[in-house]
């Protein structure tokens, strides 16, 4: 029996009517701990939902789908808690929470037949390195799908207390006194070649700081980061919301950076899916796809935020306050310096500007930083992997089926993007990794 099997978590509660969903506005190689899904509660089965008129004729209507403690989970929860699954037919998707991003892939690898999932809320670069088989755990190529993303924006670089008077900001290259005094920096990120870890290596080295010489670099799952830092496990990491807010609240570290100011409206979590069962149920994952998209729409209007934030606040979510959610999800970033934004231009966003597309120009960022550090060969075919994976063509039709043809942009590319204050052409990515003076090989 999978560990998975033995601790399952699966949320099958809390589903609201159709009227209700439009009375709410929805009109339109990894670390190996904690390697289960997480709890062990279960809820209510699902309320009957009838699915509307442009609903695909789905050939399952069952999936399981996994997410993380964390706010960019909220796509995912808010289609599940607000009926949007059912309301395109698929009326048996169950939620089921993970602990790591290292239990999020085994969990994929094994599939829903084998007690696993069928797709998640995942780190944007995981699905190329699980299709290339660098980090599953048989190394064998594990075929995936990314059929949206989830959010931009929204993720940090935080800085224990004890590195205060350094007044890190964008800049990491301060940190260089403390390294030149012969103190070896460790720095927590949340799954190597995984965003997190390409938001802290692209920091450090912007710096002057090379992250595989100067620091240790540790994993640690997200929900753990705080706790973790409390403990003096390490000097400084970066993980998605609520966590650097929460660190925050606890006074146990600070802000130095939010990652859009590294980045403006950068790529973060996708929804990625096993590709066999894409294949399989092309209906289903259009589907389910859709229920995400209106989901996304939903968590991005401002009058829904603070109902988002205290549905996925709770136990069976992400089990953390909800203040810790919501002030940072409308733009408000206490630093824990002094310096306290009441709008900020950079938060999370899941619909607007485009959020949800899944730019390809942005997987080549993803794929280039990679070969960057070792994570895939220097040789790597990036436009043949981003054509296997990324599904931009089904997302244009998903959106097209709910009434969002006006959101469609007229390219796969993004174009050149400003990324700490270096360009980045997705049509010469050999050209930006030779202009680069710190990285692995």
């Known amino acids: 029996m999978t560990n998975l099997s033995r601790r399952k978590f699966i949320i099958t509660a ?51 789908l996994g997410f993380i403690a964390l706010t960019d989970s909220a796509p995912i929860i808010i289609a599940f808690e607000k009926g949007l699954f059912q309301k395109y037919g698929m009326s048996n998707v169950e939620v089921v929470k993970q602990t790591s991003w290292a239990a999020t892939r085994d969990n994929l690898e094994l599939g829903s037949a084998q007690g696993g999932i069928d797709g998640a809320h995942i780190l944007s670069p995981m699905p190329y390195l699980m299709t290339a088989g660098t980090i599953t755990k048989t190394k064998q190529p594990l075929p995936m799908q990314i059929l949206a993303r989830l959010n931009t924006n929204g993720q940090g670089i935080s800085v224990s207390n004890k590195y205060k008077d350094l007044k890190l900001g964008k800049d990491s290259s301060p940190l260089k006194q403390v390294i030149a005094g012969g103190k070896k920096l460790t720095c927590a990120v949340t799954f190597p070649g ?24 540790i994993v640690i799952p997200p929900p753990q980061m705080v706790a973790s830092m409390k ?3 390490m ?91 919501s002030d940072r999800s409308k733009g408000k970033i206490d ?20 959020a949800s597309f899944p730019y390809k120009s942005h997987d080549t960022w993803f794929l280039a930083e990679n070969m960057r550090w070792g994570q895939i060969p220097p040789d790597t075919d990036v436009k043949a992997l981003i054509e296997k994976v990324n599904r931009s063509d089904m997302w244009k039709e998903a959106a097209k089926a709910i009434g969002q043809e006006a959101a469609i942009p007229a390219s796969d590319s993004r174009g050149v993007e400003d990324i700490l204050g270096v360009k980045f052409n997705p049509a010469d990515s050999a050209g930006y990794l030779k202009g680069l003076k710190i990285k692995k090989a």
Not at 207 to 215: A, H, M, S, T
Request: glycine share 8%.
């Open 335 to 354: 630093y824990g310096t002094g310096r306290i934004e009441t709008a900020s231009p950079v938060a999370m966003k899941f619909w607007d500007d485009n």
């Open 14 to 64: 809390g589903i609201t009517a159709a009227g209700a969903i439009i009375a709410n506005g929805c009109s339109s190689n990894g670390s190996n701990a904690d390697n289960n899904s997480g709890g062990t509660t279960t809820a209510k089965p699902a309320a009957n939902v009838t699915p509307v008129a442009n609903s695909p004729k789905v050939e399952t209507t069952k999936a399981k």
């Open 231 to 233: 403990a003096g496990k």
């Open 194 to 217: 995984g965003t997190h870890d390409l938001w802290m290596r692209s920091w450090l080295a912007a710096g002057g700081i090379d992250p595989e010489k100067d620091v240790e670099i």
């Open 235 to 325: 000097d400084a990491f970066c993980v998605g919301e609520p966590w650097n807010g929460k660190l925050i609240q606890e006074q146990t570290g600070y802000s130095a950076v939010v990652t859009g100011e590294l980045w403006k409206d950068h790529p973060e979590k996708a929804l990625s899916m096993r590709a066999d069962w894409v294949e399989k149920n092309p209906n289903a994952a259009k589907a389910i796809l859709m229920a995400v998209q209106e989901a996304q729409i939903w968590c991005d209007k401002p009058e829904n935020k603070d109902e988002m934030s205290k549905i996925i606040a709770t136990g069976k979510y992400l089990k953390v306050d909800a203040l810790a959610i």
